[in-house]
């Protein structure tokens, strides 16, 4: 015999079976323990500068770009973006998962401190 043939002979167990299986899911689902959003922090570390009247192509020329030059020198990095605004920048560095926050936010300022000569 066909499955197909046995669900049409006996529905009644079909249906037991199907919301046996469904009870069985939710029940295992609820045991579980899992979160579905687990909380995750990402390595982020932004730096923002200040030049009181410099236009947001000075910001990005003079300051910006020499900032994220030290700043790729670190390892560990996923990305790095930057903007540029009138009298101010934001430079965001995003790292590796596995990077410890704190060991990141003290090379990105060991290397902030390298750049301030050159601005």
Known sequence: MKITEVA???????????????????????GMGG?????????????????????????DNDVTDIIE???STISGIE???SSSYEGRATTVVQFDLGRDIDAAAADVRD?????????
């Open 69 to 71: 030059e030290k700043l």
């Open 8 to 30: 049409l002979r006996r529905p009644a167990t079909v249906i037991v079976l199907t919301l046996s299986l469904v009870l069985f899911g939710i029940l295992g689902m609820r």
């Open 35 to 59: 979160q579905r959003t687990p909380d995750v922090d990402f390595p982020i570390v932004a730096v923002t500068t200040t030049m009181r009247g410099a236009s947001a192509a000075v910001m």
């Open 111 to 119: 290397r902030v401190n390298l750049a301030i000569p050159e601005l």
């Open 79 to 81: 990305s790095i973006s």
